[in-house]
């Protein structure tokens, strides 16, 4: 018998919620009915699996309020839930929209004037996506919804830090019959995390880079394919010419949106030394107005901590800097209040490479700055970095921007603003370095990655010799 997880309220600092993991019997007999199930789903078409999730839509509408109110509960956060759910609610419209273009199969001739070529694809049977607790719910349906639609059923394991959006969920999914057997959750840690990877076809996983290693490694022992989004130390350049207003409340909203709590975060600021201290003597001002969501959850735009272990990480790295010459402007510490932990937005400079809060994934509201020189100089310190998941660039003109940005190591790169991933989902990017592996899960071949591609080649005159064949003289 597998042991009950208790789980923390990020406001509360209570244990008030329990979930069950299943035995490793229960997992994979669940994942087998799935793989039963899929065959169906398969022969349902694109036009079958797209109603199927409209209809999984409309029960969540219905039941909107108590997926909201689950999802707060488990983040300690309302306008970002909020966001969450519109942004998990449009992805199922986006895909619902361009499943049938991009799911078609192709015929064409080929350069051997007797071989035609048909192109088709069959979707792997199931899919194991493990996803993390910052944003439960929209990192836990960002694979899932092109799986689904590209045929696929999907077993989805998400953090047991954050689980209790998955009752709602479940709800909206027993509503829908041809979807409930192809497409079910799983509570559980670690443990339950590994034994999905030993039950799938192909994982997802967005996590850490020592777990995704992890991840990676089993699915090669078991020749899946495995797809990894892992952490970041994301930059932003701020030239010399940048628009000052601009750069500190789009760097300021990169940095703090979700208390930072994002793989897609602003994490380490390089200026032109020549608007330095103009630079973070405005980010410090903007700053300094926003409040802590406490007491109450509307008090404020900053939400608590959500996972106990990364406010210890925050701390830690403030530490580290003071102790090693940084110098804090704002904010500064994690603090308990009313039993969660919070920080305030914390601005820093006298910042180096040696510090781990400029080479090691914060995960909190932290902005320390660095001044620059040349721009060679600070695109090296961007560059500086294990991670290559997105970055800023910051300059008057486009061209300018772009030009730095092209000679950075990273997947996607917000021009003029920060943190553009986190809401437009239409580019194609991979990740660079340690920040990931595998295909996009962003734009249109987003969907592909579930497919495998098969080829007939026909051929279309049975008069003709093979062409290998060398009649006898």
């Known amino acids: 018998m597998t ?21 490793p019997k229960l997992l994979a007999q669940q994942c087998n009915r799935a793989r039963r199930a899929q065959v169906r789903w398969q022969k349902l078409g694109v036009e079958g699996r797209v109603a199927a999730l409209k209809e999984w839509k409309q029960a969540i509408l219905a039941g909107r309020e108590k997926l909201t109110d689950a999802l707060v509960n488990d ?100 509503q829908v019959p041809a979807l409930r057997d192809v497409f079910s959750f799983v509570e ?67 940095s703090v949106v979700n208390t930072g709590q994002s793989c897609l975060s602003i994490e380490r600021i390089y200026v032109a030394e020549s608007i330095f201290e103009k630079f973070y003597h405005q980010l410090v001002a903007k700053a300094h107005r926003l409040q802590l969501a406490h007491p109450a959850i509307e008090s404020g735009e900053i939400g ?24 804090i402007h704002c904010g500064g510490k994690v603090e308990e209040l009313g039993g969660g932990w919070w920080c305030h ?42 991670y290559g998941l997105s970055a800023a660039v910051f300059a008057e003109t486009e061209t300018e921007a772009l030009t730095v940005a092209q000679q950075i190591d990273a997947g996607a790169i917000s021009i003029n ?15 660079f370095k340690l920040s990931g592996l595998g295909g996009s899960r962003m734009g249109a071949a987003a969907i592909k990655r579930f497919l495998r591609k098969k080829a007939f080649l026909i051929k279309t005159n049975s008069n003709q010799d093979p062409w290998w064949f060398e009649p006898k003289v």
């Open 417 to 431: 603003d920060a943190a553009l991933t986190a809401i437009m989902h239409e580019g194609e990017k991979n990740a």
């Open 75 to 174: 983040t300690g956060r309302l306008s970002i839930s909020v966001m969450e759910i519109d942004s998990f609610l449009s992805s199922i419209d986006r895909w619902c929209g361009l499943a049938p273009d991009l799911l078609q199969d192709s015929a064409k001739n080929t350069s051997i004037p007797f071989i035609a070529l048909q192109q088709t694809s069959t979707p792997y049977p199931v899919v194991g996506v493990i996803s993390p607790w910052n944003f439960p719910l929209l990192l836990s349906t960002i694979d899932t919804i092109p799986a689904l639609l590209a045929g696929c059923a999907v077993v989805v394991k998400p953090s047991e830090i954050a689980p209790r959006f998955i009752a709602p969920l479940i709800a909206a999914i027993n």
């Open 304 to 327: 608590p901590i959500i996972a106990e272990r990364q406010a210890g990480i925050i701390n830690e790295h403030l530490a580290d800097a003071v102790q090693k010459g940084a110098v």
């Open 3 to 23: 042991k009950p997880i208790e789980v923390r309220n990020p406001r509360t600092g209570k244990y008030d919620y329990v979930i069950i993991p299943p035995p």
């Open 188 to 254: 559980g840690a670690g443990e339950t995390g590994a034994a999905l990877i030993e039950n799938v076809d192909l994982v997802c996983f967005t996590g850490s880079v020592a777990t995704g290693r992890k991840v990676a490694e089993v699915a090669a022992q078991r020749f899946i394919p495995a797809f990894l989004e892992l952490g970041g130390k994301d930059p932003a350049i701020v030239l010399e010419s940048a628009d000052l207003e601009l750069a500190t409340s789009a760097i300021l909203w990169g």
């Open 345 to 386: 937005p914390t601005v820093l400079t006298h910042v180096n490479h040696t510090m781990k809060v400029m080479t090691e994934e914060t995960f909190g509201p932290l902005m320390p700055i660095m001044p620059f020189t040349t721009v060679e100089e600070a695109v090296n310190l961007a560059n500086d970095s294990i």
